[in-house]
């Protein structure tokens, strides 16, 4: 099978693609090398991929419809994974122009170049944040998503919007991956994980917003993957799979929570990191930030449903991985 994915130098995109190539799958790869973070650990994810037999790849950005249209005529895919986003909840207090061009005017444009042709399946990737100010947990794909907090959160729910009224007009069948907080190898260097130990490994103070009191439903990246893979030939058709399913009545078009339902304190998470690393972190406990959210927490029982598991790897497993990678990749050690 052939398989589009746009985001391949970015962290998911990148586990997903090694995933399908793992598999014999042949991966198309498209995504743009924008300076939101280090491009060098872009270029090293593509570099292994690269290495790997049946992977393609078109640097360029969504918002050239010209490119995105070539890339994708001629990948001639079966399904397309569409994560390439611009990701972060801060940064759009800096360029909230790159939200609506990467996310909104991307993924319009995507949207557009699939419609003569659907794919068997669209993917596309959102995130825990389309829950925003709702009060009660476990937030549930039935739930409304109505209360944004960031604007990152708000150009993912225009995404959804957009991809139920084309799967409604044309036909695609498309499911949206709502991720919960997902962390591990090769992760994105402004997410809290790498910066605690990059912080911590050079003796300075990490910044602990909230007070400490937040709760993340973390997601493993290889528990993360399983999910997505899984969902690829799982797709949204007339039958709803039990009463936690969200298939749209209108569309063959469903939402699904990528977590396992079992939210961790950040100070849990952070003695996980102090673990991992055999030392004690200095902490700088700092009031809540502008667009998070207290507390994440996933209901993964149509998850379950769908593809027979949920994630399952712990906070210390999984921070322990990380920081093992890391050492390796920054310390070679």
């Known amino acids: 099978?052939?398989?589009?994915?746009?985001?391949?130098?970015?962290?998911?995109?990148?586990?997903?693609?090694?995933?399908?190539?793992?598999?014999?799958?042949?991966?198309?790869?498209?995504?743009?090398?924008?300076?939101?973070?280090?491009?060098?650990?872009?270029?090293?994810?593509?570099?292994?991929?690269?290495?790997?037999?049946?992977?393609?790849?078109?640097?360029?950005?969504?918002?050239?419809?010209?490119?995105?249209?070539?890339?994708?005529?001629?990948?001639?895919?079966?399904?397309?994974?569409h994560l390439a986003a611009q990701a972060g909840v801060r940064y759009a207090f800096e360029a909230p122009e790159a939200y609506l061009q990467s996310n909104v005017v991307g993924t319009f444009n995507l949207l557009e170049l699939l419609k003569t042709k659907p794919p068997r399946h669209l993917l596309f990737a959102s995130t825990s944040s389309i829950y925003g100010g709702n009060a009660d947990?476990?937030?549930?794909?039935?739930?409304?998503?109505?209360?944004?907090?960031?604007?990152?959160?708000?150009?993912?729910?225009?995404?959804?919007?957009?991809?139920?009224?084309y799967a409604h007009l044309f036909g695609i069948p498309t499911t949206a991956l709502r991720f919960f907080t997902v962390y591990g190898?090769?992760?994105r260097p402004d997410m809290a994980l790498f910066t605690f130990v990059r912080k911590m490994l050079a003796g300075e103070p990490i910044d602990i917003y909230g007070e400490g009191r937040m709760r993340r439903d973390f997601t493993y990246i290889d528990d993360l993957i399983d999910a997505t893979v899984g969902l690829i030939d799982v797709?949204?058709?007339?039958?709803?799979?039990?009463?936690?399913?969200?298939?749209?009545?209108?569309?063959?078009?469903?939402?699904?929570?990528?977590?396992?339902?079992?939210?961790?304190?950040?100070?849990?998470?952070?003695?996980?990191?102090?673990?991992?690393?055999?030392?004690?972190?200095?902490?700088?406990?700092?009031?809540?930030?502008?667009?998070?959210?207290?507390?994440?927490h996933a209901s993964p029982e149509l998850l379950h449903d769908l593809v027979g598991a949920v994630p399952k790897v712990d906070v210390h497993d999984g921070v322990a991985r990380f920081v093992a990678w890391y050492r390796e990749h920054y310390q070679g050690s």
């Open 235 to 296: 797709l949204p058709d007339a039958r709803a799979r039990g009463p936690s399913d969200s298939l749209s009545p209108v569309a063959p078009y469903r939402a699904v929570n990528l977590a396992g339902g079992k939210p961790v304190e950040l100070m849990t998470y952070v003695e996980a990191i102090e673990a991992a690393l055999g030392q004690r972190a200095i902490k700088n406990f700092l009031p809540m930030q502008p667009g998070d959210v207290v507390d994440t």
């Open 1 to 81: 099978m052939t398989i589009f994915i746009t985001g391949t130098a970015g962290f998911i995109g990148y586990h997903v693609a090694a995933r399908l190539l793992a598999l014999g799958h042949s991966v198309v790869g498209f995504d743009g090398m924008t300076s939101y973070y280090d491009v060098s650990l872009k270029r090293a994810r593509l570099a292994r991929l690269a290495a790997a037999d049946g992977f393609t790849f078109t640097e360029g950005m969504l918002e050239d419809r010209p490119a995105l249209k070539a890339a994708l005529d001629a990948a001639q895919s079966d399904v397309v994974i």
């Open 137 to 165: 947990g476990p937030s549930r794909e039935t739930d409304r998503t109505d209360f944004q907090m960031s604007l990152y959160a708000a150009t993912k729910k225009s995404g959804e919007a957009m991809c139920h009224s």
């Open 185 to 187: 190898p090769w992760g």
